[in-house]
Structures are given as structure tokens and as C-alpha cells.
């Protein structure tokens, strides 16, 4: 009798978390050797994390703070790079090096806002246009189709100079542009799961369009979301980065790294380490981010490979 009691407290114990989630934490551990075995995505991956840290602890370990605001140095302008001032200082005596470092921050928020609004706005419409279908379907890909029309950098500098320079404007006209290619991407992967078996499946049992949506539809979209928006980071960071270089981004005395070698090309060949810095900053991230996209590209959707 006790060991049937004890038989029976045993089984009845509910699984622990491991258990529950073993199969996740199986591909999660798969997907980690994968990317690992990836010498160029693990490059990328080391790249953006140094950017990361740069942009979260930079600015406050920076050696000349108040640079980064402008502040007027006159006696140091245009001083080659030595030990003080390892970039070098600009036309106004500023130290290059803090200045690139504090726009690291700006250019990680630059990445994210754009990335982000793009998402919020073209996965939905994407879903929309993919699961329903029809004459609401066929609307919103013409629209999309509108913006696809015009070269996206184009059609935001015209944004931006009907709005007028600067760093919120230009984050406004990038997120209006860069949202189409999600559209795309999400309303050709949903009209190819929507007939899909298990979809079926659910529908059959007597599931709601939004449970197939959210539960059964989404979460298999987010593969080729979530690699799309690795590689737009990089390139946003590199858009708003024109921008400012036309002077429609982010205004002197600004940070940022677009706005620091338009000024900075004003004293080339001589004075070349006011727009090397930055430039090497821009190709740096943006090598990161498409490297490390390339590889979560090849973990999430092995069929690119072939």
C-alpha cells in the first residue's frame, strides 16, 4: 500500500521547466552551435556587441564630455591624433574620439526607432494583405507599391525637406519609407502558411482567424522578420547617416556620424582624420549587423543556403 502511495505521489508531480521545454532548449542549443561553426556571423556578432556596449557605457567613460556638445576649444583645433586626443579634434578644438563615441548612441537609436516603427507597420499590413486577401488585400499592396515606386533614400529626402533638417525628422522619413519591404516579406510567407495543414488543422477544430493569426501564422513568420531586421539596423544606421551627410539629419553640433564627415570633408586631404573616424565607425557597424544577419539568415532558413 505505501509503495503504491509512493508510486502515485511520484507520478502525480507535474513536470518540472526543463522538462516542459526540453525540445526548445534542444534548437535553442543547436541554433547556438550552428552560429557558432559561422567564423563570418560570429565576427558580425562580436562587431555589433561592441557596438552595443559602445553606445550603452561609451559616452560616459569618454574622455572630454563636453566636446560632445560643441563646446569651443580654438587653441587644439584640427590636432593630428596623439595621445591626448587619440582621433584627433575638429575645426573647433573638439575631441573627435568622444564625439564618434557619444554618436554611436544616437546612431543605435536611429537603428532601432527606424527598424522598429517599419516593423509595427508592415507586419500588420503584410498579415492583413496575406490572410484576408481580396479587394483588402489587393489595396494595401498597391499602396505598398507606391512607396516601393521610388528609391527609399530618395523618397526621404523629400520627406525630409518638406518637414524641414533634423535628427526627428529624419527618423520620421526613414520609418516611412522602410516599412514596404516588410509588407512583402510578411504577405508572401503568410499566403504560403494559410493553406497550410496544420492551419487547416486548427480551423477545422474550430479555432477563431485571429487564434490561426497570432498562434499558428505569426510565430512562423518571425524568422525572416526577425533577419530582415538584423540587416535593416545596419542599414537605417546607414541611411540616416547619409542623410546628415547631406545636411538634412542631425544639425553640428550634433554628434553624429553622417553630420561629422560632411563637415569634415571640407578639410580633406590635410586634416584627413575628421571624416575617417566616422566613416570607419559607419562601415564597421554596418559590416557587423549584415554579417550577423547573414548567419541567423542561415540558422532560421537553411533552405538559403542552397
Known sequence: MTDKMQ??????????????HQSGIRQLRLYAHTFSKNGSAMLGLGIVLVFLITAAIGPSLVPYPEDAQGVIHLEIKLKAPDADHWFGTDEVGDDVFTRVVVGARVSLQIGLIVTGIAVLIGVPLGMMAGFIGGWIGEAIMR????????????????????????????????????????????????LSLKN????????SMGASNTRIVFVHILPNCS???????????????????????????????????GAMISVGRNYLPDWWWYSFFPGLFILLTVLG?????????DILDPRSRE
Open 7 to 20: 508510486i502515485s505521489d511520484g507520478s502525480d508531480q507535474p513536470p518540472s521547466w526543463r522538462e516542459r
Open 143 to 190: 499602396f505598398t507599391d507606391v512607396f516601393l515606386a521610388v528609391p527609399g533614400l530618395i523618397l526621404a529626402i523629400a520627406i525630409v525637406g518638406a518637414l524641414g533638417p533634423g535628427i526627428e525628422n529624419a527618423m520620421l522619413a526613414l520609418s516611412l519609407v522602410w516599412w514596404p519591404g516588410y509588407v512583402r516579406l510578411v504577405q508572401a510567407k503568410t
Open 196 to 203: 497550410s495543414i496544420y492551419v487547416d488543422a486548427a480551423r
Open 223 to 257: 524568422s525572416p522578420i526577425v533577419v530582415k531586421a538584423s540587416m535593416d539596423m545596419g542599414m537605417a544606421i546607414l541611411a540616416a547617416a547619409s542623410l546628415g551627410f547631406l545636411g538634412l539629419g542631425a544639425q553640428p553640433p550634433f554628434p553624429e556620424w
Open 289 to 297: 549587423f549584415n554579417l550577423m544577419g547573414d548567419g541567423l539568415r
